[in-house]
């Protein structure tokens, strides 16, 4: 065999030893998956704020208001004025303000009628009624252990907003409030413990006085309590709302010597007492509402000129009112389960500015009488759903026992009679 021909058939033996190693080769390399590539991450995304949750809520007092009374007659050619009027619109915003803790104002939207400023604006303002921080000192769990909570700013004062559970505050403001024993809210501190297995709660305030509608006009402070038991607050039954609530308040005014002048003995730094009492019982029922209540008040006065000649003197007056009032649903009398929209209303209020005939004691010269100050509201209501109302009723606030006026006699403010329709809707 020749060299070249040997060479020829080395080469076929190569090529067909090389040819199944390469042709495996490529089927290898066209039957594997290349390397599985990780997906980029997502992108980081900001965390929502958590913004707190906002309970936002009002009533609208309106009416619409037809005087019958001569004294207002007189004063309009022997005609009947009336009008349509919003009293009060109420806004409410409340939210936490982290754990245990809440904030509340409420904003008081009513018209500009004083004398001072209606030269200036006789149109609607807006004011703060409530404005504060609470704190949740206890909670319950299972609703009948105690719980208790603080307050400071514009806060509800002792009784009245107590009263308001029971009587519609759209119809007339409570007894105490409409004849000035003090302001619906004023600013301060307050605490509140309700009281376990629903018997009661106590209330107490430290305020400055003069009200939310005024600013403080001197350095004492007011104090207030007010103690509300619930018997049967655990029972079933009529009784289980019925609540008896024993208040009293403590307060000062600065002496018209406080500052001292000309020919003065010298400044008069104590207070005059300002101080009021009483005990309110009411039952909250569907069928009947009803609240009675007597109450007093002590006013310091002075009499002299803080002089030598005229030496200062301090005398108290006290004021006595008693008032009571009744809501019923006649038609849930006869079945309970068959709910009225329908009811009536009936108040007496009976007050008496001074309750001593001393004119050398009473701080005001009633000539040794002591006169007293009526209020009659009755009515009837519609509830056209659960958050609205409207009445009818006719209001009447007159003067008894005043003497002839005269020199140094007070005059009593003249009988007021008014024709009423009331509305108000909440939400």
């Known amino acids: 065999m020749t060299a070249s021909r040997s060479r020829t058939l080395l080469g076929v033996f190569a090529i067909a030893a090389v040819t199944p190693l390469v042709a495996a080769a490529q089927q290898s390399d066209t039957t594997q998956k290349p390397p599985a590539v990780p997906p980029a991450p997502a992108p980081k995304q900001a965390p929502v704020p958590k913004t707190p949750n906002l309970d936002f809520s009002g009533v609208i007092f309106g009416n619409y208001q037809y005087r019958t009374d001569s004294a207002v007659k007189a004063q309009n050619g022997t005609t009947n004025p009336n009008k349509f009027d919003i009293e009060r619109v109420y806004l409410t915003f409340q939210m936490p303000a982290g ?26 303002v807006v004011r703060l009624k409530y404005g504060y921080l609470q704190y949740n000192f206890l909670r319950s769990t299972d609703g009948n252990a105690a719980t208790a909570f603080g307050r400071i700013g514009m806060l509800h004062t002792v009784v009245i907003d107590h009263q308001e559970t029971f009587w519609p505050r759209y119809l007339s403001h409570t007894a105490v409030e409409r004849f000035g024993f003090f302001s619906s809210s004023d600013l301060g501190a307050a605490a509140q413990l ?43 039954g009529f009784l289980k709302t ?62 002299g000129a803080n002089t030598n000649l005229s030496p200062r003197a301090v005398n108290d007056s006290t004021g006595r009112l008693v008032d009571a009032f009744v809501i019923a649903r006649p038609i849930e009398w006869l079945n309970a389960a068959d709910k009225s929209s329908v009811g009536v209303l009936i108040r007496y209020d009976h007050f008496t500015p001074n309750t001593s005939t001393d004119n050398s004691l009473n701080g005001s010269a009633y000539q040794g ?11 009837v209501f519609w509830e056209p759903t659960a958050r609205t109302a409207i009445a009818l009723d006719y209001q009447r606030q007159s003067p008894t026992g005043f003497p002839n006026p005269g020199t140094g006699i007070i005059t009593p403010t003249p009988t007021q009679s008014t024709v009423f329709l009331h509305w108000t809707a909440s939400f």
């Open 369 to 379: 009488t002591t006169p007293s100050y009526n209020l009659l509201i009755a009515g």
């Open 99 to 124: 754990d245990n803790a809440s904030i509340r104002a409420t904003t008081d939207i009513f018209q500009q009628t004083s004398a001072t400023t209606n030269g200036f604006y006789r149109g609607w």
């Open 242 to 303: 019925l609540t008896i609530s024993p208040w009293a308040y403590k307060g000062y005014t600065a002496s018209k010597f406080a500052t001292g002048g000309t020919g003065q003995v010298g400044p008069v730094t104590d207070g005059l007492a300002r101080d009021r009492y009483g005990i309110f019982a009411g039952l909250k029922d569907r069928r009947l509402t009803a609240g009675a209540e007597l109450a007093q008040r002590k006013e310091g006065y002075e009499t």
């Open 194 to 236: 309700n009281l376990p297995n629903k018997l009661g709660q106590l209330y107490a305030t430290i305020t400055n006085g003069p009200g939310y509608t005024a600013p403080e006009t001197d350095r004492f402070k007011d104090f207030a309590l007010r103690a509300s038991f619930t018997p049967l607050g655990s029972q079933d």
